[in-house]
Each structure stands twice: as C-alpha cells, then as structure tokens.
C-alpha cells in the first residue's frame, strides 16, 4: 500500500529534546517551594509496626507520614480490570510490613540530605513475624500468613495457605486425549525474579493546589488510573486532580499500576501543604517491584504424526507481598499458553502465592515469555524427543488465521485474521542456515556452537467484541490550527517506543499533512478523555486506533466548512497532498482545479465565525490480534568456562503494517538484549534467612547485559513479515512486548544443539552450565 | 559542614558556587545550576547515565565531589549542541533511532564525543569497548553503536 | 533503605592537599580518623553505602608530582595519583608490561578508568583489584611515605585482608616501582566477569622468563579467590627450570588451581572459581610463554 508517512522512517518528535538533555523526565521536574520526600523502608521481611516515633526528625524540621496518617482505603495499585475482579489488599503505609523495603514512614524536608537523615532519626517498634520466604512453604498448612483477609472488589474475602487467587481452565477431555497420545513428555520450568532494571528511578511530584487538589508529576504508563486511584483514596474530586505526561525513562511494565510512592507523596504534599518531590534511589527502586517468576509444570501428549493432542499446564507464580496484577496475569498466561498451538483437549492451572518479598508485577511481556519460555523449550523437547523436526512441528500446530485467538485470557476471544508465522519460520530458517544444522553429538572441542529457533506472539490490546473483565479503550483530541497545522492529544504514554511518533503519523496520513506539521500537545488528565494505559502492546493498535477515529471525524468536519466554501456537497469532496507547493488540498473528486488548501478552510472558519475543526472521541478496538514473533539464534558456549555467547540473532517480526520501521527494529533489537539478560544474566536472589535481596538493591550485583554482550551489527538482522491487519489503524498491530516473549527460549534451544543439555531454568549462567557440563547432565539443573 | 566558594567552569561558562564539601557534581549540576541532562541511574557508577565530561574526559558525576572540581572545565550534553545547531552525534543519533526513552542518551553521547575526540573513526569493536560502562535499558545499543559508526563529520 | 545512593549524606571535613609534605601532616595529624581521596570511584561508593564514614577527606589529586609514569632501565615508577586510563595510554606499559596493561584494559570502563587510579585500587585492598595480581607477579615495590620518612615494600607485604594493607594510619602509598622486563620475558592477565564491564568474578597473572625452551622464572597470582590477592608458588615451582611443554603447563595449573581457596559470593561460586582457574592459568601461562618468545 502506498502511505505518505506511515511507514516511513521519520525523527522522533521528542528526538531534539532528548538528545539536547532538554526533555522533562519526572525526576527532572522542580517545582518552586517544593520539599524533598523520602521514606523508611522494612528491615524485615514481616513485621508489625507497633510504634512509630517522629520526634526526632520533626526536630529537624521534617514533615511525617506514618501508617495512621494516610487514609484507610485498601486498594489494588494495578486498577486496569473492572472492580469486581480486583483483589485488593494495600493501604497507602501499611500497618503490617510485609516484605524487606517495604515503605512504612515518608519523611520531607528542604533537601534531600535532611530528608535522609530526618528519616534516619525515626524510631520504629516492630514485633516481628515469621516470614514465608519460599513459594511451597507458603502453601503448606501452619505457614504463617501474609493475610488473614482482603478484598475482591468490595467483598471481604478469606485467604488460605497465602493462595492470593487461582484461575483453572478446562478445555475439552484432556484426560482421555492423554490417553490416546502417543507420547507424553512431561518438565517442569522455573523461570527466576527479574528486576526490570530501568533507566529511570520511580518519581512522584505533587503540588497541593488552593482548590484542594492536587497536581501530580509521576513516572507512570497510565495518568488516567493514577488520577482515579488518587482521587479514590484522598478522597478527591476528579476535577481537582490532575496528573501531567511525562516523557518516561523506560519501564518495561514497572509503572504499569499506581507506583507506591506516588501516593505516599501525595499523603506527605497534602499534610505539608507544600509540593513535595519523591524521587527513589535506585536500591528503593530496587525493593519496590520485580517481574513475575513463574514455576511451570508442563504436560503434553503427540501422537506419531507430529500432531498434539493434548496438554496440562500448572503454574504457580510467587508474587511477593502484594497483588499488583496477579487475577489478570494467571488469566494471561492461560491464554498465551492456549493461543501459541493448537492443544486439543486441555488444562490449565495458574496459582499465585503470596510471599515476603517484593511485590511482583508486569515486565515485557505479562507472564508471556515466562509461558513461552516453558512451551518454546518443550516443543524443542518433544521434536528431539519424537524425532520431529522443530520448525515443522510447530508449522503443524500452530494457530493462525482463522483460529481462535485467546489473547488476554479466557475473556477476550477474536478470530485471528493476520498472520506471518509461516513466512517467518520459513524466511528465518533460510537466514540462519537450519538445513545445515547438526545435531548436539556431532559437536566436539572446547566451543561449540548451536542454532535453535522458537516463536511468539503477544496480544495488540485488549480490546474484544464484547466487554471482558479488562477495561480497554483510548481516547483522542485532534484539532486543525488556523494555520492549517494539527494539533494532537493523546494520554496514551510513549515508553520510549515511539507510540508519539505513531500517533503523529496516522493523524497526519489521514489528513495528508505534512509530519512536520503535526504536533503532540503537552497534555494532562484535564485536557485528554481516558486513555486506560500503555501496556499490552496497545499503544499503536489501540491509542493510535482512537487516533484514526478522530482523525476520520476531523476530515469530515474539514469537508463539510470546504463544501461551503467552494459549494460542493462534503460526500462529493477529497483529501490530497500537493508535494510540489507542501499543501494539503481538498478538491472535488474528479476535479483537482475546485480546490482549497485545508489552512485556507480553517482561516476562513475562523473568519466566518464557524468554529475551530476539532474533535474528540473514544474509541474501543473489537479485537486484540497477535503480533507474532519468530527468533533464530546462534550461540557459542565455551565448554571450559560455560561461558555463552551470542555470534548470530535473526529477529522477526509481524506487526501488520510497521508504521515506524525504525522503532519496531528497536523493539526488536532492545529486547534482544533484554531476553538475553532474561536467558543469560539475571536473577533478583533472596537471603532466605534475612529475607534481603543478596544484591542489597544496588545494581553492581545485579547485571545487565552492556553493549559487548549484543552480537555485532552484521549480526543482528530483522525481518517483517508482509501482513494487513484489517481492524489495525493502516493494517498495523503491535510490537513491543511480543518481541521479548521467544527470545530466551531460542537461546535455550540453541544451547541445546550447541551442547546437548536443555536447561529448566534460567539464568543459564557459566556456573551452572559448567556444572551440568561436568555432571554430564543431559538435562541442566 | 562549611559551605565553600568553587570556581569552575561548566559548557564554557565561569561559575561560583557555594557548596558543601559532601555535595555530589551530579546534584550541583542539576539542582543548583539547573543542568538536568545528566541523569541519576545508580549513584554507585554502574551505569554512566551521569557522565559528563572533565576536561573532555568523561566521568561520573554521581562520584565526584563537586569541591574537587575548582578548576575545571564541565561540559554537560547542554553543552554538546542547541536545538538549532545540534552537535554531529545529536544529528547521527536521531538519524538512526538511538534514542528511545532518552535517559542513557546524554551518558551515551557524551563518552562517545569524548571517544571520537581520541579516535575519530573508531571501528565497531572499539566503539563497543569504548561505550561498554554505559547502560541502556531500551535499544539493545546496536543503533547506538552504528549512529556512532556512522556520524558524519563536520567538513 | 538504610542508604540513599543519590547523596552523599555523611559529613566530613574537605582538605584539599597540593604538595605531599601538606597530605602527609595531615594524614599525621588526623590518622585513623582522616581518609585519602583519590579518583573516589571506592571510597565514595563505601561512604554511600555507610561501609566508612571518615571525618576528614584529604583529596591528593592535586598533590603535585605524584602523577607520572616513568619508564627507563630501572624499570618502571609509577606516582600513585597516576589514572588507570593513564597507564593505559602509555606506550612502555603497553609493551614492556602486558600483564598489567591488559589488567587496567579490562576494568571497569571508560569513565571509570578516567577518574581510577591505581593507588586507589591497591589502597582499597579488594581481592578483586585487577591491578594487584600484575603487580605481585613483576615484584613491584610500594613506596610509603609520612612524616617520618618513607619506606619501600614489596607488593607480597601490602595486602593483609579484604579492605586492610600495611599502610599505617598516617602513610600514603606515593609510588609504584617495577623492575625492567627483559627481552626473554613475557606476562599476561586475565579475567571473568559476569558481563564485559564487571569486578572479576576471578582474575590471574603471569609474568615468566624464558632462556631456550626452558623457563628460568615464573611468578603467578590469582585474585578474587582468597581474603587477598595471593601468589602460587605450588604451581610456580613446577615451571621455574623446566622445559615448558603442553603438559607441563596442564600440571602447572592443576596445581594453580588447587592451591587456592575461594568462597561462593554474589558474583560466582566456589565450585566454578576451583573449576575456572585452571583454564585461564593455563591459557595466561600460554600466552606469557609466547610472549616471552617461546613455542609450544
Ligand atoms: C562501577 C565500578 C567498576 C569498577 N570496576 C573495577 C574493576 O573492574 N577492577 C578493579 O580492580 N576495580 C574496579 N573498581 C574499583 C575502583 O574503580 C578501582 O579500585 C580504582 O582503581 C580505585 O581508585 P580511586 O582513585 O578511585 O580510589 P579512591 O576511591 O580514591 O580510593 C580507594 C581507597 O584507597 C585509598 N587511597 C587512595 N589513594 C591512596 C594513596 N595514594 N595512598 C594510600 N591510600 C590511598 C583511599 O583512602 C581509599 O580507601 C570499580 C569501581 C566501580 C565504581
Ligand atoms: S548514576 Fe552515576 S553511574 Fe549510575
Ligand atoms: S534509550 Fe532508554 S535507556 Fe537507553
């Protein structure tokens, strides 16, 4: 299809600010008189607070927030699922603390060195409980309990064995088609606590206003919730609470909800009647969220052919002290284990178990490459195993088009109508060589290399036909200045992807103006209609589907003033870029000499008094499509060291029709090397005895991979499938975390062919695959 | 503490301060002078998004104490390029999407002046030496790495 | 947390030194209570995680005359104050002293090594410090100096602990000497980290000499894999006027790497560091034989 700008590779309209250290991040934000927060975070694991003792630092001239300061609301951080299925269970400062880190006093003052020592000078009384530090201890009867109750929506409910929630799906007889199976390949995977690691430190600013709102500055994916949680717990007027967009220094999930200490701010603003910053160091950062790990048992039956049958999957997730989004999440994982093959009859099974520990929540992905890590690495299994070869296995089974999509879970079901799997595995395999490829007991000497593939997919939204458990929709301004430039506002958050970008180009190809001449307003939750958050890969699909929506209505309020002016009828009139002059035109269709420039139309608007050309809209998509991925790998494991390497990466993709080619090989390429920190490098481990993280929340101890860990850039090549998304705006889905999801898998098939061991676990760190190596492992511990 | 006088001179200015001896560079830079283009990541010199360069060579500013620095010469990415006439790497790094969220960006492009001030064709291996202490979360570096390849001079 | 990395919070008194005789009246003066900043890139991190709160800082970076390299017949003198990036760029480290240049190559990175240097990395006694294993296979001697004059120590007798020398409360380190490297001689570094910018997980040195086929000398330290940087003079006696041969080498870090003693801790275990070690002493062994111009 021919497009103007969609597709194009343009400057990012926030590019200049960025690279002239002009962009306003949270933690940039200064506002005048304002007072610098910081909180006292747990020692312990699992403590009740008895007494807290402020004096000292109100000496020192410090502001306090203690747990009987802030209001009694208990509420969910994450509020993206309707209220009847959201858990809650956390107050704003907790009586009870619950995991090591935990905030329990905020502390303000005029710097952020009396802040510091201010807070240093409290006096706390805990008593002391026992901790559950480990996901099976936890369900065992007599473990001590995180919770005696807590809420589902309004409704008290009573917790046992610390089982926050559970979610089980049958599908079918899958006991009967176990038994027509003829082989069964079982395993369990255990995917570790990952920190998300980015760039930027949590930030809240708040400015108590003389109406008695509040103004907020925060690092978050969603102004909208965190206005409406706001606004719930203090008890505040929507009107009188408004919440600024931010650029965001990365996320990766960690703002998904409410941060913690956007609240805690807001309590410390409130009582100080000054605006107060809270900007968290990196160690708070640190103890404050952390990926979902997940336990996954996994149970396939094949029948000789190549053809599953059946399937059963038990997963259990320890998401630490709170629920930030665990309901939503087990329903996830369901789905994107029923969405990546066809199963036949199945079972799942998805348990999450409170612990004392940092509380977990969304990262890249949603429980997704955690699922595809298990599935990915059993499909490899079972093709070694039978005798299959894997990329044709997963051509027999896979879903695609026409099939049923369960993207978010068991609620939001649609119909998959693009696809690029088999393009994908086919081109992928060409790339890297797969004919060639040999098998682990060819391999000898001291570095040995191996290819492996896997495959992913993520949802593009949320959104479905009908209104699921998950809110989705998406809200835009759009307004043609008098000029003839546009103006456009959207809430939804830009992570770093280009989502702005995106927005500016489908606003601007529907109008056929100039991308230089379309810009993104500053905007708040006052100015913008609610944007539910940018998670989910919804940020194109979604956001800039309500784009496209108001951009439709704009161009026909244009046709209408137009029709007036040249005394056409608007249905009769078209839309058109004159390149040579740079003007958009409208002309009566089949008569490109009855023509105004659309700046002209709204000059004369302006003139005649007939208004401005402006719109606002919401609009909810009816579908969710996968966005699929596809990963083949080369790596290179050192058998002396087990050190592993990465020489080759082959990336694909389908995301409909990429509207920023350029930001979909950065997501690509980005999450080539988170997946290969996810693989390889990281792990946020406990002290079973302290309950302290082992890397004390500094980040010397916990490693990401650097710029000499990638592979080089001849090395690294990407690939887009040809698709149409015919719901996507101009046939686009989404990218950003399906590009994450089959990373680690591949490597871990990869390092199966390389050395004959397949590991269950990550990370695949040098120490234990030297010690598989030596114990002469054939499959990794 | 003693507040003391410093004289130093940051993007080509002449500036006094009057700071206290445990005063960080990094929290000068941004509080006092307003400069937020270095960033804090880590505090502990993990993740260079603090850098900024002393006397053209880059540093971490969230190690340094901002008395030692009487004398010098700070250069922040403020100091690199304006909007209007952006340094070549500003330039190179827009033109081949190395920035994504933005806050390693102003770490990444001052070590890589500093590097093509020391080397100015530096090939891939010794690029990725070079950039090797600065973090980055987002772009998985190779578009970093080739807008650093790939700057175009000034004539 | 009990720390806040984005502030340095503890209170100190500054003294900004510009000659040696002003550092070390201070340092007499203050002792124990004063420490020494150099290129902060240690000390600021343990005094921002609360490892040591001193209640003076003498800053010696602008102590005149203790940054200089200086290469002649004698060997090598190095002024404390000297920067890693420093001994990096310099033409006679880089050729004549293999071990150490690939030492300060691989620490840390740029910025890092700019503000480093090594009087600080010897000063903080990690059993980590690249540069320490280099240093004890050329032999080098530490000049310490104070009020009362200056001593000479071998570099074997600096180390007593992790974080602990034999500097005594008033004496700073002011020089690094190394003897000259003769044309027989070879020596290498090596080092894991868990990524490329890292502490090492383990690290080794070799330094030999070389006379036909036969090596007359061979010195030999590990780091990371004891409370101090330690030599091994198990696997060193093997080497030292033999015939240096495939073999020979296998046995030589066999014994290497039995002789050490090292924990499990956040960067790796003891089970890899016992298992790795014997790798790469063999590998540097190699590498320093090929130097020095022999063949395998
Ligand atoms: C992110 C990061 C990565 C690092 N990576 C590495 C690495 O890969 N390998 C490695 O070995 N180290 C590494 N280090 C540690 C550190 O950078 C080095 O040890 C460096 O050489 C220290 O030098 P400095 O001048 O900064 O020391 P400072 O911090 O100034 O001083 C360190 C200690 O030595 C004392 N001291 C300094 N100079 C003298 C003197 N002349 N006489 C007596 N005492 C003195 C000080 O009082 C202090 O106790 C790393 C540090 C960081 C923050
Ligand atoms: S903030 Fe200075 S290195 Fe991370
Ligand atoms: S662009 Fe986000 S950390 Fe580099």
Redesign the interface.
Known sequence: MDFQVIGKVLPRKDGIAKVCGQETYPSDVVVPHMLYGVTLRSPYPHAEILRVDTSAAEAMGAVCVTPDDVPEVIYNERTVSIPEKTYCDRRVLPRRARHVGEAIVAVAAETEEIAFKAMQAIKVEYKVLPPVLDLERAMAPGAPALYEEIYLGDQKIAVENNVACERIITVGDPEGAFARADYIVEREYELPRVYHHQMETKTAVCRPEPNGGITVWATTQTIHNVRQLLGRIFSLPLSKVNVKKLAIGGSFGSSIQMNSIIPICVALALKAKRPVKMATSREDDVYDHTKFPARIRLKVGVKKDGTIVAADMRALVDIGAHQINSYPLLGCMAGWYASLYKWGDFRYEGRAVYTNKVPACAMQGYGNPQVNFAVESHMDLIATECGFDPVKFRLKNYVGVGDEFWGQGPTVKSIIKSCGVEEMLQKGAEMIGWGQRRPPREKTGRYRRGIGMARGFHTSGTGGPKPGEVIDYSSATIKINEDGTVDVMTPVMDLGGGTGEAAVKVAAEVLKVPYERVELSRVDTKTTGYDVCTHATRGVYCGCGAVYHVAQQVKQKLFEYAGRILEENPGDLELAYAAEKGVTIIHAKGFKQKQITIGEVARLAQIYSWGTIAATDSLRQKNCPPCFVAHFVEVEVDTWTGIVRVPRAILLSDSGTPINPDMVAGQLIGSLSRGLGYALYEETEYDLESGKLKCNGFITDNKIPTVCEMPRLADIQVYFAHTYEPTGPFGAKGIGEAALNSVASALNNAIYNAIGIRFYRTPITPERVLAALEGGDRDGN | ?ER?WVKLKVNGKERQLFIK????LL?VL?DEL????????????????C?VL?NG????A????A??M?GQEIT???G????DR?HPL?QS?????A????????GM?L?AQ??LAENPDPS?EE????????????????????AV?EVKHPA | MATDTRVLAAEFQYLEAHSLDEALAWLGQYGTRARVLAGGTDLLVKMKTGQVQPEYIIYIKKVAGLDYIQADEAGLRIGATTTLRKLEGCAAVKTGYSALYEAVRSMAATAIRNMGTIGGNLGNASPAADTAPPLLVYGATLKLASQAGTRLVPVEEFFLGPGKTCLAPEELLTEISLPPQGSESGSSFLKLGRVAADIAKINVAVSLQRSGRNCTACRIAFGSVAPTPIRVPEAEALLAGQEITEDLIETAAQAGAAAIKPISDNRSTREYRLKVSRVMLAEALRAAWQRAGGVL
């Open positions: 503490m003391q001896p445990n005063e960080l929290n941004r307003g400069l937020m283009g270095a960033k804090y990541g880590c505090g502990l010199g993990e993740c260079a998004a850098t002393v060579q880059p540093m971490l969230c190690l340094i104490l008395v030692t009487e922040t990415v403020e690199m390029g304006d909007y952006l500003q790094f827009l033109d081949h999407g920035v994504q969220c933005g806050f390693c960006t102003p492009l070590t500093a590097l891939e690029i990725r030496d070079y950039l090797r202490g600065n973090l980055c979360r987002c772009t998985g570096y190779a578009a970093i790495v080739r390849k």
